[in-house]
């Protein structure tokens, strides 16, 4: 029976040489490839293969955060603001990609707005910190947020090209400007009142 492996750093997969492509590769073409993966979660999970790949999650570009990829809200809480402290400050963010769903969690919850009240008030601050970095694009789901508007830090973000809303349920929704948007997406949203979007009119802008 062979020796139990001892907990630690794991080296990053070689080749039949011996030979680390992957960690020879720039950082820029690492970056790519982390940002394709469902949840930056699964990014930070390559910390371990080296001391090199210790903070190169950090500097990826995109941002993508799910919670059916968690045990539990305060799992996902919990890495999700962790994620954004350790983050390189001064990188930006081109894609934000945020799904707050506890459905398979909890099934038999209440929708009430009391109960909702923390996971909107975590959403806000993604978003916040996004614009604040420059995201271009950003793909927002939060099924059952009722009673709950729009994120207002989306109005008048100057770097927003892209913006997809699904399952979104509001009430109201103030004039918003987006003055950058050419393509906008709403997919499965009900918008129980007024909803103007008003942009550049030298940026045409696209819907589905």
Known sequence: MGKPRKKGNRPAKRNGDGEDRISNLADDIINRI??????????????????????????VPDLRFSAKNYKSKESFKEFLLSALQRREQNCEICN????????HLDRQRAPHKEY???EVQLRDLVVKYAVRHGVRHIDLSHPYAQLYPVPLAL???RTLTTLKL???IVTEMPTACFPAVK??????CDFDGDFVVTRNPLSPISHT
């Open 116 to 118: 909702f009240l923390e």
């Open 155 to 157: 109005s008048g973000c």
């Open 96 to 103: 934000l990609c945020l799904f707050i769903d506890y459905g």
């Open 183 to 188: 393509t906008l997406y709403l997919d499965d």
């Open 34 to 59: 982390l940002s394709v993966l469902p949840d930056t979660k699964f990014a930070a999970q390559t910390a371990v293969l080296s001391k090199r790949w210790e903070t190169l999650w950090t500097s």
């Open 166 to 168: 699904a399952q979104l």
